[in-house]
């Protein structure tokens, strides 16, 4: 398990990365050891303001050890240094408090201005709605309508090593979030279980999304490219799991995008009023299941008294109703979500379909879009 | 020195243990428990860099992974830094003011054995059906209300801890206000006194409002209120605000006794009096002040008033103009002394360097707009790991080092002291610095696995820590061989120590100052 070999290869890159960090900030973001290269005037503010500041830190640090230093050395009863008595000077103490005083001002104001125009949300072209959850997150654009859920889109395999890692490790999902370049996007911000933070370095945006509070933050992106950032507050078990992604495009191309999107969701709703078979509701529950596996597992046996086992459940080897009642309207102080407000008629239909029939669970029955949908009224 | 009418030595057997009210022999049983939870807590977070030693799920499920991030927090700050400063405390604050004892020598023994039991409920949470605590040491609500019985364990288990601390801390101010020697009045106190009597009072401000807070966890978790849940009319952040108005002033009950030690360690080894004692006075009580009202920059991202993001923003800068005094006159110490570099001073003058670097990280965190990125990143873990690690853990080694002699009345072994210096010095910088460019480069902490890019430093890290953790194997040597002989101690132990323990004989006998000295 411990690669030595590995830690080798990575000494002596780590130490060219530490050189090259202190000589340059910018050149430093190939070694990982700076803040990732900004997309945004705010993102490229904080760098710079966390480089001033940076700085002055290096350089009280410096002259203040340099000193104490140089006194270690010289100042020493091995080289016959004879104690001297003193014990206060009042001139040197109100110099040293004062002058880190006015260095504090100085730093306080670019602070202060940079952070009056981070907290401006005025003035947005557009505005996303996020709502975070265990462990996952959702997209509306009030606009146009379109709404999505977003998760991991590491396969498992690769978390447990079965198989090799790919580039973007635990920073990839199944819907990214597309936004145009060069619009003032505003972010409505909230969560439906615990406590999630959403936030991408690249755009210097970062704000806690908090069940019961509506936060708001902004981005304006400047060129288009893939833009990768994780949840950053502890949220629970898969709080390491939750990844975001943002697609910054042009505003053609964003808004070809949003019309696609339209396309699909009538297409799906068509879809919902159809009959359908078990054994394509068993398919398409399989994947959407990927939600539920979360908590109940891949393979449906849970967490032992923590998350309950779908495999041979009471509920999903039970009657159809009490089923579909758990999974639309959840069960309230848990973390069982009500997947009413989440998934579609189709979507729910399958699922319930699959862990009916799946785990050894083989009740035989399925469940058709339409009498969820009858379940909602 | 001791009263014909008490008892010369103490009784023999564990009952001596259970039922002394010798401010020593519970010193002595604080410092022990600590090092106990200091390995306990250590070996948790050898769990911790063992998973995060290379991408991917290996040892431990991300769930245990949560537990072991929160358990080893609870442990470290409630188990093993705060019995440390009391048990110092109560070895040394009687010796150090020319007092007999402790003013409440019964309460004392009752706050020592409150606990064990505490400890080991804390230890069950991780065995209750879904596990220990698992959402952070910080407990924050709606997440620990999922919690299993586990969390129950570790409130009950927060409010003894926490009831120890605060009839410590009346122990403590009664003591200091109290028995005084003829002559010592509290600007002649020496300052690991004054720090501890400042401490107290901290202390006595917020083990109340985290016992409040935790109460209401608890009725929120079982008895149907709504205080943190927005679905009941509650409010999550309400938690957060009472959370860290305990929270900050707790980093100053953790560091400030260790400041106290610093001002007697580097004096002697300078053999020069510490420069400024009244200006460290002042700017250990001018922290204390500050600390209670800057608790929200620990949250600047939970969506604030721009009017209080700013006032936090500057409260908390502030906190560097007093800190800063303290390094400058610690530096002013050594300047033009006649400095000798035994095992106390080489852990001082680390403290003094190490402890500046995590001043200097937490002053860029207090700069809001710029705390927006580096909040919940390696960055904040990389930088309250070298405040609490070399302030609170290495400042309390360097007191064992520096009174050892004194408790024990014989020398520790030099040789093996700077071997443990040296390995914890580069153990601990290997573990943590590599840290800050995680946080920078955005790896969230408080996370079982991460991305690719994260590899590397993520290795150092782990190397680090088995190596600080290997260290502490030769900590525990040095003191076990010390206490069980070795090269005699004179009264005076150190040639520049100067204080009224260092009057008494070596080892300090059972009883001490039974007719109070005169303080000139």
Known sequence: ?377 | MADAHHHDGPPAGFTRWLYTTNHKDIGTLYLWFALTMFIFGGLMALVIRSELWQPGMQIVTPQFFNQMTTVHALVMIFGGVMPAFVGLANWLLPMMIGAPDMALPRMNNWSFWLLPPAATLLTLSLFMPGGGPAGGWTLYPPLSVQGGMGVDFTILSIHMLGISSILGSINIIATILNMRAPGMTLMKMPLFVWTWFITAFLLLAVMPVLAGAVTMLLTDRHFGTHFFDPSGGGDPVLFQHVFWFFGHPEVYILVLPAFGVLSHVIPTFARKPLFGYTSMVFATATIAFLSFIVWAHHMYTVGMPMAGELFFMYATMLIAVPTGVKVFNWVSTMWRGSMTFETPMLYAIAVVFLFTMGGLSGLMLSITPADFQYHDTYFVVAHFHYVIFPASVMGAMCAVYFWLPKWTGNMYDEKLGKLHFWLTVIGFNLTFFPQHFLGLAGMPRRIPDYALQFTEFNQWSTAGAFLLAASQLVFIWVVVKCVRGGEKATDQVWEGAEGLEWTIPSPAPYHTFATPPTVK
């Open chain 1, 1 to 377: 398990m411990f690669d030595t070999r590995r830690l080798v290869c990575a000494l002596p890159r780590a130490l060219a990365g530490l050189g090259l960090f202190l000589v340059s900030g910018v050149a430093a973001a190939d070694y990982a050891l700076n803040f990732q290269r900004p997309v945004t005037e705010i993102a490229a503010d904080l760098y710079d303001l966390h480089m001033l500041i940076f700085w002055v830190c290096v350089v009280i640090f410096v002259v203040v050890f340099t000193i104490m230093f140089y006194a270690v050395f010289s100042h020493r009863k091995s080289r016959g240094a004879k104690a001297a008595s003193f014990h206060e000077s009042t001139t040197l103490e109100v110099i040293w408090t004062v002058i880190p005083f006015v260095i504090l001002i100085g730093m306080a104001i670019p602070s202060t201005r940079t952070l009056l125009k981070m907290e401006d949300t005025t003035g947005a072209d557009m505005t996303v709605n996020i709502t975070a959850y265990q462990w996952k997150w959702e997209y509306e654009y009030p606009d146009s309508g379109v709404h999505f859920f977003s998760t991991l889109a590491t396969p498992r395999a690769q978390i447990l090593n079965q198989e090799e890692k790919g580039e973007h490790y635990l920073l990839e999902v199944d819907n990214e979030l597309v936004l145009p370049v060069g619009r003032k996007i505003r972010f409505s911000l909230t969560a439906n279980d615990v406590i999630h933070a959403w936030w991408v370095p690249q755009l210097g945006v970062k704000k806690d999304a908090i069940p019961g509070f509506i936060n708001e933050m902004w981005t304006r992106i400047d060129e288009p490219g893939v833009y990768r950032g994780q949840c950053a507050e502890l949220c629970g078990k898969d709080h390491g799991f939750m990844p975001i992604v943002v697609r910054a495009v042009a505003p053609a191309e964003f808004d070809a995008w949003v019309a696609a999107q339209k396309g699909v969701a009538s297409a799906e709703a068509a879809q919902a009023d159809k009959t359908w078979s078990r054994e394509e509701l068993i398919a398409r529950g399989e994947k959407v299941y990927a939600q539920c596996a979360a908590c109940h597992g891949p393979t449906g046996q849970g967490v032992p008294n923590v998350f309950p086992a779908i495999a041979g459940s009471a509920i999903a080897t039970g009657p159809v109703d009490g089923h579909l009642d758990r999974v639309m309207n959840g069960k309230p102080g848990t973390a069982m979500q009500a997947f009413a407000e989440q998934l579609n008629d189709i979507d729910i239909a399958a699922v319930v379909t699959f862990q009916r029939n799946a785990f050894g669970n083989s009740v035989g029955d399925s469940v058709q879009p339409s009498d969820v949908k009858a379940r909602r009224q």
